[in-house]
């Protein structure tokens, strides 16, 4: 009774492969009550809806209720083909989960390795931006040494300027002072003469 409500209330709510899910389960139920009329025509009815929107794991559901239900009734060469179409179906479901399975594996080691590249990329940045900074000190370095060099020279430069000033100076009044004693000497020879 539970089982045809959620039945009835999924085909309210045109869930395909829910309401299938519900045929597939009051199947089953018929089949384990012992009702197999009924539950070969749920199950035929929730094999077909699956076979319309290929749905190959409701299919192989479906192919495995029908292969216990052949079974119970001691159908078994229905039970049989039942079970060999639930076994391809399981098969088939299988080698689409493990095919889904590596391609979510290589989907990941792609995204792992995009993001190794990514971060060697952003490495290699950060280096790039550190060897700049420091090309760009080294260069502050450099112009400051020849600030430095040249302000340096310009203070030698003007020193020696200025000593070679004060020595002309200097050699100017000694000169002078010569002078006035060669001056003086002959003044002194003039008034001995005298």
Do not use: W
């Not at 197999?36 to 495995?64: C, H, I, T, V």
């Not at 490495?123 to 550190?130: G, H, S």
């Amino acid at each position: 009774a539970y089982q045809h409500k959620a039945l009835s209330i999924r085909e309210q709510t045109s869930q395909k492969d829910k309401i299938v899910i519900s045929l597939l389960n009051i199947g089953g139920t018929y089949t384990l009550i012992g009702d197999y009329f009924l539950a070969n025509q749920f199950l035929l009815r929730g094999l077909s809806m699956a076979k319309e929107f290929r749905s190959k794991p409701l299919m192989r559901d479906a192919y495995e209720e029908l292969s216990v239900l052949h079974s119970v009734q001691q159908n078994f060469q229905k039970a049989y083909d039942y079970h060999q179409l639930f076994a391809v179906m399981k098969d088939s479901v299988l080698n689409a989960l493990t095919a889904k399975q590596v391609s979510e594996l290589a989907t990941k080691y792609e995204t792992a390795e995009k993001d190794k590249q990514i971060a060697l990329l952003a490495k290699e940045k950060e280096i790039q931006k550190k060897e700049g900074q420091r090309q760009a000190a080294l260069n502050k370095a450099y112009i400051a040494g020849l600030v430095f060099t040249i302000v340096v020279c310009a203070l030698i430069f003007y020193i020696i300027r200025q000593r070679l000033h004060l020595l002309a100076k200097n050699n100017e009044i000694k000169e002078v002072e010569f002078k006035r004693q060669v001056t003086e000497l002959q003044m002194k020879a003039l008034r001995a003469q005298i």
